[in-house]
């Protein structure tokens, strides 16, 4: 396996999802202490006939290739999703879409489901205001 | 695409006379060094050569090189071999926090069966400071293993300073340095230098790979860590690989070569010009270790917002060929322990970019990594959500 696919140098050079939502309903943000790359997950909401839909994601992330490939992937994953059906997508769902991953990158993945739960917790805590 | 290589640090291309200089030794010249047929005593002739090489340029005696399968085998044997020789119920030993792994690690393994270990500190230039090593020093100091030169950084050690201090301090105490990086660049006389050991590699230096060397001092007490048929004096049993041997000894040579000098002083000002006009071009970025006792080839800068791996995969796709920190640790996840011994913080020693200049760099290589890092940087930093504050 190569340690860098085509796939995801495609996204880590041109990422769809990148940057700020400046109204954003939920933000998460997380620090992998391990390997010290951070992660930035904003959402924009939108209620549709009593449930709550991710309508836009975007990211900003500190981190190598594989982190930056994955945030962008996993922004792209939860558009359309409802919060519960968002919070289901992990490692799986990811590497379906990017190709394989080195082992050594796993916790790219972990991370960015981490920064997205953050992001939901986020809205959900800013909601019940 | 053009390949702009600038990772010498972590091996380099072998030069085509040490390709010339194998061959032979590949096909028609197969023989066994140790057979008594004219097969077996033309290698053991070739092999003799390429000690005589070695020893002419360490200043030694052709009987104080002991040719291994790698420097990181050759640090092994110094280490283990001296500890093991001395036969002391608690050796002490000490090193620097920011030895190359084949040091810190073998060092770490006899601190697991009860040995004691010291590792010094360093600088923000990256330099171990004598005054802590004469205080490290103990009766029971069995070996002092610093670096000559550091891999990741370039901060070249006061050793001959250090070997000093060591003999008056304690005179049983050895001294072993690991001279990989410094090789092509700095006088390796072990006598001026004062070392007792001195490893180094083949593919470090226009050579191949799979060869190194280590230097061992007329009455060290050394015993061997590999055991078998009683190569190189016992000290290093296995056939030896001697096309390898032929190798290395032929990429000597051209060190010693004075066309090597001049090749050095181009080095010096590549470099000298990619880190002057990086720090002055790219805002928040700052070169890491001392720049006046440094190797010539070795440019390692930090810059805020980007992380290596990140900036090392793009610089990839432009065909600029760097790295983090060291190509040995790049598969973990851990930031250098030399940035970190540097003082710098997690999160910068996890933005720094290693270039390591070479023989065959070009101006043009030089003119391409200032035109395309700052991009590369900015695009990152966006990515990261940096901000100049």
């Known amino acids: 396996m190569e340690y860098y696919s085509k796939k995801i140098i495609d996204r880590f050079l041109h990422p769809k999802n990148l940057g700020k939502i400046k109204d954003a309903d939920g933000i998460g943000d997380t620090t992998n202490l391990r390997c010290g790359d951070l992660m930035k ?14 309508k836009d994601a975007k990211f900003e992330t500190f981190g190598c290739g594989h982190a930056i490939s994955i945030s962008d992937m996993i922004c792209d994953l939860v558009k359309g999703k409802t919060l519960d059906e968002a919070l289901k997508i992990g490692y799986e769902a990811i590497i379906d879409e990017l190709g394989p991953i080195p082992p050594v990158k796993m916790h790219c993945a972990k991370l960015a489901q981490t920064a997205m739960k953050a992001a939901i917790d986020d809205y959900k805590n800013k909601s019940k205001k | 695409m053009p390949k702009t290589y600038l990772d010498y640090a972590a091996t380099t291309p072998c030069d085509p006379k040490v390709v010339k200089a194998m061959s032979g030794f590949l096909k028609k010249d ?72 084949a040091v810190l690690e073998s060092c770490r393994a006899l601190a697991g069966q009860g040995a004691q270990v010291t590792y010094l500190s360093v600088g923000k230039d990256g330099v171990v400071e004598i005054a802590e090593l004469k205080k490290a020093l103990k009766s029971n100091t069995v070996l002092v293993s610093i670096m ?9 050690q006061p050793i001959a300073e250090i070997a000093e201090v060591i003999k008056k301090t304690n005179p049983k105490t050895l001294f072993h340095t690991d001279a990989v ?84 002083i181009r080095i010096r000002q590549f470099r000298d010009k990619l880190i002057k006009t990086i720090l002055k071009i790219i805002p928040a970025s700052r070169l890491n270790g001392s720049l ?23 610089l990839d796709q432009k065909g600029i060929a760097a790295s983090t920190g060291s190509a040995c640790s790049s598969g973990s996840l851990e930031p250098s322990h030399v940035l970190l011994a540097l003082g710098l913080s997690e999160e910068v020693a ?15 290589d030089v003119e391409k990594v200032i035109k395309v890092l700052p991009v590369v940087i900015q695009k990152l930093r966006k990515i990261s959500g940096y901000s100049q504050s």
Do not use: W
Request: hydrophobic share 40%; with cysteine.
């Open chain 1, 41 to 54: 997950i904003y959402l924009k909401i939108e209620k549709k006939g009593g449930k709550e839909i991710i």
């Open chain 2, 30 to 101: 197969f023989g066994n060094p140790s057979s008594i047929h004219n097969f077996g005593q033309k290698a053991s002739m070739a092999i003799g050569g390429a000690r005589e090489v070695l020893a002419e340029f360490l200043g030694c005696e052709s009987e104080e090189i002991v040719f291994t399968g790698s420097a990181t085998e050759a640090d092994n044997l110094a280490i283990f071999g001296v500890v093991k020789a001395a036969k002391v119920a608690q050796p002490h030993l000490i090193t620097s926090q920011i030895e190359h792994p």
């Open chain 2, 148 to 156: 000559y030169a550091n891999n990741e950084v370039g901060t070249v």
């Open chain 2, 181 to 264: 990086q410094a090789v092509n660049f700095l006088d390796c006389d072990v006598k001026k230098l004062g070392a007792d050991l001195l490893t180094l590699s083949g593919h470090k230096i226009y050579g191949p790979k799979g060869v190194g060397a280590l230097y061992i001092k007329k009455g060290t007490p050394i015993e061997p860590i590999i055991y078998g048929g009683g190569h190189e004096r016992g000290l290093r049993s296995g056939t030896e690989n001697v096309a390898g041997i032929v190798g290395l000894g032929q990429a000597i040579k051209e060190i010693q070569n004075p066309k090597s000098k001049i090749q050095n």
């Open chain 2, 292 to 314: 006046a006792q440094r190797l010539p080839n070795n440019v390692n800068i930090s810059f805020d917002g980007a992380e290596g791996e990140a900036i090392v995969v793009a």
């Open chain 2, 350 to 364: 996890h933005g720094s970019l290693r270039m390591t200049l070479g023989k065959y760099n070009t101006a043009k």
